[in-house]
């Protein structure tokens, strides 16, 4: 049976903490960005998504399709917004797929939309 000591210990709590503070920082970034976006500071939202996207946080991948879907603080973009959809489902985020069917399935604009509502009746 092998012990750890207390250097060895200390060695692999370091390894945890240092591994955690990337995700730490992205998480504040996305945090950062909610705020300002419901502040309706598009601007700052946007710059807080992107950098914290860019750290690899499905979250704000999918609150930068939001942006570019509405196009609140960018021009609106619906393949952009699927884009960013897109990464945050890679990365196992579920509710992006929500997002992405409505983006991709867009009717075309002034088209007709057919709608069917269900009921508990035949």
């Given at each position: 049976?092998?012990?750890?000591?207390?250097?060895?210990?200390?060695?692999?709590?370091?390894?945890?903490?240092?591994?955690?503070?990337p995700l730490g920082t992205a998480w504040a970034g996305y945090d950062d960005g909610v705020v300002a976006y419901q502040r309706g500071r598009h601007d700052v939202a946007?710059?807080?998504?992107?950098?914290?996207?860019?750290?690899?946080?499905?979250?704000?991948?999918?609150?930068?399709?939001?942006?570019?879907?509405?196009?609140?603080g960018v021009p609106r973009d619906p393949a952009q917004a699927a884009e960013c959809y897109r990464k945050a489902i890679a990365q196992g985020l579920?509710?992006?797929?929500?997002?992405?069917?409505?983006?991709?399935?867009?009717?075309?604009?002034?088209?007709p939309v057919a709608v069917h509502l269900a009921t508990s009746r035949p």
């Open positions: 049976m092998h012990t750890l000591n207390t250097s060895s210990l200390r060695r692999c709590l370091s390894v945890l903490v240092l591994a955690g503070a946007l710059k807080e998504f992107a950098d914290a996207a860019a750290r690899g946080d499905a979250r704000a991948q999918r609150s930068l399709g939001l942006m570019h879907e509405r196009g609140e579920a509710s992006a797929q929500y997002n992405l069917a409505f983006v991709t399935q867009a009717p075309q604009s002034g088209a």
